[in-house]
């Protein structure tokens, strides 16, 4: 009780930034990371309470208080073993987790003042342990066992981990020809370095684990082929990669995209380095991008790099915006502008067929919607036309169909979504199993992580009952 009566610091230890003048015209890497001082200051703001709600708030179920004791400690090594008993990504979710939802939602220090700091604390004794060397990595002792992951995205690549961490053989089927699914194609090098991607990748590739790429399953083979050719169990964990347009006049103009084949030609094709890399990208002069989530934000900041006028079009106000304070905030910082309780209603273009200008209407708010967010109302005679070159959709992803498509038997929701049993995300199908995006829609990589786990277990439990 007494520790509890100490005196906290009330804020969290600012994170390091790249000024934002500088930055939004390069793909560094935005936040900068603790150094040691100030990760030991920030871990001395944790009061180590006994009931620590914040693991009630981590998916993949971190030992929180005492990775941050060990960090307090300065014993960085001991930090990293512990959280790496439940994660084996700890960099990526230290960088894009949404810890403000999250363990940070439910820290005893943040009922009176800033929460810790737990995320930016993950990222910095994953980033110390890649500047001092790995750990040495205990493979597991071979079970005969085989499990095939279909997709290697967050969840995939955790189910891979823990199973190979039980004895299993795993193989991951990658459809891209780099492992990491929206880790790779999705998240802006500025978020999220593909070399702190691959760094994490390699080490659950020493765990045993081997990654197929430029494999399609549902082309190449599908999953019931998997199972006669002897996996023992088959984990589809897919994504969500296919992107939502709103149907109105004008989307097969060129110039519009959607997020995903934009941030793709970005992200993993770089494009912003053509013509070092072969993929040429053009964006014109003023871009307006369609939506409010952290797609939407990455996909502002991009156009931005790429020498735009950037545009944020959103229908609500900011209150309503899904993407993370932080990630708005920043795009704020960069000279990103928003049109807020604004949407397009047509899109409108020259001879040539490209994009010239948007039609656009002003909305207001009425009552909550289903969802708990405030409806937006249009406002009859408020229409008003925006002059763009690209317009970018980034109000959403659903299932790619093509698993679904050639699985007989394995049951789906009206969206597409695979239908799975929530403990252990068993499908309609015996020995076959899924989670992350594919079956919830568009969510976190932190929550996709979480059902991978929670796969991974089921599948073990799975295969050692059957002998």
Known sequence: MSEVRR???????????????????????????????????????????KNSPCMEGCPVEINIPAFIKKITERDFAG??????????????????CPQENQCEKKCTVGKKHEPVAIGRLERFVADW?????????????????????????PSGLTAAADLALMGYKVTVFEALHMPGGVLVYGIPEFRLPKSIVAREIASIVELGVEIKTNYVV??????????????????????????????????N??????????????????????????????????????????????????????????YIVYRRSFEEMPARREEIEHAREEGVHFEILTSPVEIKGNE??????????????????ESGRRSPIPIKGSEYEMQVDT?????????????????????TNKR?????????????????????????????????????????????????SKG
């Open 79 to 96: 930090a990293i073993s512990i959280i790496k008993e439940k994660n084996n990504l700890p960099a990526i979710c230290g960088r894009v």
């Open 129 to 153: 342990e890649m500047a001092h060397g790995s750990r040495s990595v205990k493979k597991a002792k071979p079970n005969g066992k085989k499990v095939a992951i279909v997709g290697s995205g």
């Open 352 to 369: 040539e067929g490209r994009v010239t200008s948007m039609v656009c209407q002003r909305y207001e708010l009425g009552e909550p919607d």
């Open 416 to 464: 597409g979504n695979i239908v799975v049993d929530d403990t252990t995300g068993q499908t309609s199908i015996p020995g076959v199993f899924a989670g992350g995006d594919i079956v919830t829609g568009a969510a976190t990589v932190i929550l996709a992580m979480g059902a991978g786990k929670r796969a991974a277990r089921a599948i073990h439990e799975y295969i050692q």
């Open 218 to 251: 549902g082309k190449l083979g599908r999953v019931d082929e998997l199972l006669q050719e002897g996996y023992d169990a088959v984990y589809i964990g897919t994504g969500a990669g296919l992107p939502s347009f709103m149907n109105i006049p004008g989307e």
């Open 253 to 310: 103009l060129n110039g519009v995209y959607s997020a995903n084949e934009f941030l793709t030609r970005n992200n993993l094709m770089k494009a912003y380095r053509f013509p070092e890399y072969l993929t040429p990208i053009r964006v014109g002069k003023r871009v307006a991008v369609i939506g409010g989530g952290n797609v939407a934000m990455d996909a502002a900041r991009t156009a931005l790099r790429l020498g735009a006028e950037s």
């Open 7 to 49: 005196k906290i610091i009330p804020t969290k230890h600012p994170m390091p930034h790249q000024d934002a003048k500088e930055r939004c015209h390069n793909f560094n890497e935005v936040a900068l990371g603790y150094d040691e001082d100030t990760a030991v200051a920030e871990a001395q703001r944790c009061i180590q309470c």
């Open 391 to 411: 317009v970018i959709m980034a109000i959403g992803q659903g299932p790619n169909p093509l698993i679904q498509q050639t699985t007989p038997n394995l049951k």
